[in-house]
């Protein structure tokens, strides 16, 4: 028995109609989308690589779009309205409790996504599908120039005299011990 359903393709919004649901999911799942793209361009023509839709944590069950390993940079291009963006987030009246769910769900998964590069010390960078690409290529690649593992090569080498003096010889912070 079909409860409140209509043959002229009114139904009541109780439950998503299957078909958009689906399309919705497709819609979801679509990489290389354009605003993704277009980033990844400017990105490139800024002289950058990267690697695109990994998972940037090994235990974290989730890719993102633009993966900077060395630099520990992660970069996710979010559409508005998947993401609730709060200028052109929507919020659709149809099927309300279902989106708000599934929305409140994304935007959940999202800061747990935040919370765990923060937590093994990457940086996330959150690209807006209407933010303008050329801007947001510059301050990723400020970012990704700013976290240049440095540090690795200064804490592989031990300290020893030798290193004591040079950096003696280049006016540089040595603590003097007896
Ligand atoms: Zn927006």
Same mark, same amino acid.
């Given at each position: 028995?079909?409860?409140?359903?209509?043959?002229?393709?009114?139904?009541?919004?109780?439950?998503? +109609? +299957?078909?958009?649901?689906?399309?919705?999911?497709?819609?979801?799942?679509?990489?290389?989308?354009? =605003?993704?793209?277009?980033?990844?361009?400017?990105?490139?023509?800024?002289?950058?690589?990267?690697?695109?839709?990994?998972?940037?944590?090994?235990?974290?069950?989730?890719?993102?779009?633009?993966?900077?390993?060395?630099?520990?940079?992660?970069?996710?291009?979010?559409?508005?309205?998947?993401?609730?963006?709060?200028?052109?987030?929507?919020? =659709?009246?149809?099927? &309300?409790?279902?989106?708000?769910?599934?929305?409140?769900?994304?935007?959940?998964?999202?800061?747990?996504? &935040?919370?765990?590069?923060?937590?093994?010390?990457?940086?996330?960078?959150?690209?807006?599908?209407?933010?303008?690409?050329?801007? &947001?290529?510059?301050?990723?690649?400020?970012?990704?120039?700013?976290?240049?593992?440095?540090?690795?090569?200064?804490? +592989?080498?031990?300290? +020893?005299?030798?290193?004591?003096?040079?950096?003696?010889?280049?006016?540089?912070?040595?603590?003097?011990?007896?």
């Amino acid at each position: 028995m079909r409860a409140g359903g209509r043959e002229d393709g009114v139904v009541d919004e109780v439950i998503p +109609s +299957s078909e958009r649901v689906r399309q919705a999911m497709r819609a979801q799942r679509t990489r290389d989308t354009r =605003p993704e793209t277009t980033l990844r361009r400017a990105l490139h023509r800024r002289g950058l690589r990267y690697r695109v839709h990994q998972r940037p944590l090994p235990d974290l069950r989730r890719t993102v779009d633009v993966v900077f390993r060395p630099a520990r940079v992660a970069v996710e291009v979010r559409g508005c309205f998947w993401h609730a963006c709060e200028a052109h987030g929507t919020w =659709p009246k149809a099927n &309300a409790d279902w989106w708000a769910r599934k929305l409140e769900g994304n935007r959940r998964r999202d800061e747990a996504l &935040a919370a765990a590069l923060a937590e093994a010390s990457w940086e996330l960078v959150v690209v807006w599908e209407h933010d303008d690409p050329e801007s &947001a290529a510059d301050l990723i690649a400020l970012t990704v120039a700013n976290r240049r593992p440095v540090h690795t090569s200064f804490r +592989s080498q031990p300290p +020893s005299r030798t290193a004591a003096h040079t950096e003696n010889a280049c006016g540089g912070l040595t603590e003097v011990s007896d």
